[in-house]
């Protein structure tokens, strides 16, 4: 009687054993295919901020996979061995999702890889630079996305503001940059009563505002400064400068002003623009890594047809395109063009 009982609780979970067994490898295989067809395709290379993950304490719960907002369309993350890894490193656009869902504190976020490398700025936890005086927030500081950007922001005036420097003849602030981290830290610093001024090479928006027309962008809901809870989900890139527009009403903010250099002066900053120079107790850099592209270097890049930014592909119909580059940005500009119909791309 002993032995048919241990065989009537052990057949099914020696079943239960077997389908699990059965579904990891199975699982291990998919992965492991869409790892090696990464790697055959070249797409090795992380465009953006991007999990790196300690195996030592992965327990292969699969959290991080759940959590990723790309799995549904892209197989970014996978289970190797009972291990999370990085199975498709250029398909992660560094939502950070995986490191909040991983309760065993395996995933840190980085940019950069040992083979590319990138220099990201190291900060303190007020997202002040090794510079005194000089705080960073944004994509410039390790953080691209839109949400992460506006909360940095707001995060860094905050610190800013609490530490108190003042001086007579000074701005409490100069803000470089009107992206979303520079619109987030103008707002809070008008809230705050600073005396402040943002400085905007182009127009507001920063890297958005290069965006291509009609391009939807995904945030996610956001507490800013005086405008209070901010709920977008999908919208046009329009629809966000739009509002933003609305936002910044009674901003201090000049645009069309470039920062060509910074130094200390008498216990406070001074900024040098193509408009003149300013004197401030802090700056705020919010600039980005896309205000200034990078350039080949090669005869003919100074033609009228070269340009770093696709603004409406309409302005391409008929004609035969090159778009140079691999990442999000060009694949989206190359596929935009594609989908006229009667353009000839090629992407290298």
Not at 136 to 148: H, R, S, T, W, Y
Not at 315 to 342: F, H, K, P, T, W
């Amino acid at each position: 009687m002993d032995i048919l009982s241990l065989v009537i609780y052990a057949l099914p979970l020696g079943v239960i054993v077997a389908v699990y067994v059965w579904r990891q490898r199975r699982i291990h295989a998919r992965h492991l295919r869409a790892m090696q067809d990464s790697v055959a395709a070249g797409m090795i290379e992380p465009a953006s901020l991007h999990p790196l993950i300690d195996e030592s304490k992965c327990l292969g719960c699969g959290s991080c996979i759940t959590a990723c907002p790309e799995t549904s369309h892209h197989d970014v993350l996978g289970l190797i061995n009972g291990k999370a890894a990085l199975i498709g490193p250029s398909e992660c656009i560094g939502h950070g999702a995986c490191k909040t869902a991983c309760p065993f504190d395996a995933i840190t976020l980085v940019f950069g890889t040992e083979r590319r490398g990138l220099d990201i700025p190291v900060l303190k936890p007020n997202f002040e630079s090794n510079v005194p005086g000089i705080y960073i927030a944004g994509e410039l500081g390790g953080m691209g996305l839109i949400k992460n950007a506006l909360t940095q922001g707001r995060q860094a005036m905050e610190a800013i503001a609490k530490a108190g420097v003042k001086r007579r003849g000074a701005l409490d602030v100069l803000i470089v940059g009107a992206g979303p981290a520079g619109l987030a830290a103008s707002l809070a610093a008008k809230q705050l009563g600073l005396n402040y001024l943002t400085v905007e090479q182009e127009a507001l928006g920063g890297a958005v505002f290069q965006y291509p027309r009609g391009k939807l962008v995904m945030t996610a809901p956001v507490e800013l400064p005086i405008v209070g809870k901010v709920h977008f989900r999908n919208t046009t890139k329009e629809e966000l400068l739009q509002f933003w527009s609305q936002a910044c009403n009674g901003l201090k903010i000049s645009y069309r002003e470039r920062v060509e250099g910074l130094q200390r002066q008498d216990g406070g900053i001074l900024v040098k623009t193509t408009k003149g120079h300013h004197v401030a107790c802090a700056v705020l850099l919010g600039i980005g890594r896309r205000g200034t592209p990078r350039k080949l270097d090669v005869p003919g890049e100074a033609l009228a047809k070269v340009v770093y930014r696709l603004i409406d592909p309409e302005q391409y119909r008929g004609q035969n395109v090159v778009v140079v580059g691999g990442g999000d940005s060009a694949l989206e500009a190359a596929a935009s063009i594609a989908e006229l119909g009667d353009a000839r791309v090629v992407l290298s």
